[in-house]
């Protein structure tokens, strides 16, 4: 498969489980200071109790009572640009805070401008039982994984996924990383909506412009950016 091939519908068949050779991979995302926080958002965390954050949350520039994960909730530190929010774990600290949602924009902007993909419209979005190699993949509209997809790959390579419209991973359904790949070099660029279904594991950096969904019972081993805000019912996310 060359570069910059539009997959159709004749070779989706053909191509199902198959793995992609997308050469070395493109460079990582830098995330800058929003590297130190696992959830970000700017306009705030909802959660059904209980859910598990394992590395610092912020929100900005919201409140902090729009954050409402408890201390018991994260395994580190909340940050909050005022004096709301949970205690006694909260922090305010709206000049780190301001710094991180910059830096997070500034993700976003890097991977949705990173040129060159190595495979376009692959499979029309729905990328469910395939095996892909290191690339930057991207997509004009929504993204699908109905089944297991695994990422195959070294530990310092690297998956760019660009994806115009929104990413949704179906209920109990995993993302796996085989051969040494890392979560901290899989990056999700979303322009809708993410929405990662009930009990479903994820994988990667998702850098989301609006909202991202996680339902009843999913896990995400990366991190969670959103430019709008991140819904939590009983999850758990793990900074990788």
């Not at 959660?47 to 954050?53: D, F, G, I, R, Y």
Request: aromatic content about 6%; overall charge negative; proline content about 5%.
């Amino acid at each position: 498969m060359t570069k910059n091939t539009l997959i159709t519908g004749i070779s989706l068949l053909a191509l199902a489980g198959s793995a992609f050779a997308a050469g070395p991979g493109p460079k990582p995302v830098n995330l800058r200071s929003a590297g130190d926080f696992v959830i970000l958002t700017k306009s705030g965390i909802t959660n059904v109790p209980t859910s598990a954050a394992v590395g610092d949350v912020g929100t900005s520039p919201i409140t902090g009572a729009a954050l409402l994960l408890t201390c018991t909730e994260v395994d580190g530190s909340v940050f909050t640009v005022n004096a709301a929010g949970p205690e006694p774990c909260r922090i305010k600290d709206p000049t780190k805070l301001t710094a991180a949602i910059l830096d997070m924009e500034t993700a976003y902007k890097d991977a949705a401008g990173r040129k060159d993909p190595d495979f376009v419209e692959l499979r029309g979005g729905d990328i469910g039982g395939l095996t892909l190699d290191p690339g930057l993949y991207k997509w004009s509209s929504s993204v699908e994984i109905p089944t297991a997809v695994t990422l195959s790959g070294s530990e310092d390579d690297v998956w760019i996924f660009q994806i115009a419209g929104n990413l949704k991973e179906s209920n109990g359904i995993d993302v796996h990383l085989i051969g040494g790949a890392q979560s901290k070099n899989v990056f999700w660029q979303v322009a809708g909506v993410v929405d990662i279904g009930t009990t479903a594991h994820m994988q990667g950096i998702v850098l989301s412009k609006t909202l991202i969904a996680m339902k009843t019972g999913a896990w995400v081993n990366g991190r969670l950016f959103s430019q709008t805000a991140v819904t939590l019912e009983k999850n758990k996310v793990v900074q990788p």
